[in-house]
């Protein structure tokens, strides 16, 4: 009885996973033509309104008030460096020479005093708060490095 029971579920097991006799050997390919919105563009569309360009995402409460950050840009990363440091990583499109010198302007222009340090970190002090920027190749495009003091209380 074992035998025949075996037997039956062997044949079962055969006949599910061996498919079909009659399935084509090979599909034919068929070209389709593009959607129908896909020439559509808005460049010559006198209501349709651009959004401003700023920075996407969520950016900590601690980051320093008054620090410029490079617009466009979006918020990919951010958390703690060590006791009392916090960092911000942005991205952007734009190449690092563009980024950094821009980031340079605005920081000088908002009373930020800029200096080099010993591993290549552009350092922005205004008043007591000191940060450090990297302007890191992303290929295409830059990622952006902050790190800050965080505040306290």
């Known amino acids: 009885m074992r035998s025949i029971l075996l037997a039956l579920v062997a044949a079962m097991l055969l006949t599910a996973c061996g498919g079909s006799a009659d399935k084509p050997s090979h599909l034919e390919t068929e070209d389709v033509a593009p959607p129908p919105d896909a020439s559509l563009s808005t460049a010559h569309d006198a ?12 950016i900590p409460g601690d980051v320093p008030v008054g620090l ?61 708060t000191v940060v450090d920027f990297q302007w890191i190749d992303a290929k295409p495009g830059t990622r952006i490095r902050i790190e800050y003091p965080a505040r306290r209380g």
């Open 47 to 58: 209501q349709a309104k651009a959004t401003s360009e700023g920075v996407s995402g969520v």
């Open 68 to 128: 410029p950050l490079y617009s466009p840009s979006t918020v990919v990363d951010f958390g703690k460096v060590g006791p009392g440091r916090r960092y911000l990583t942005l991205v952007t499109a734009d190449l690092p020479a563009k980024v950094e010198k821009s980031m340079r302007g605005e920081l000088v222009a908002a009373g930020w005093q800029l200096s080099k340090s010993a591993d290549d970190k552009v350092v922005a002090t205004k008043e007591k």
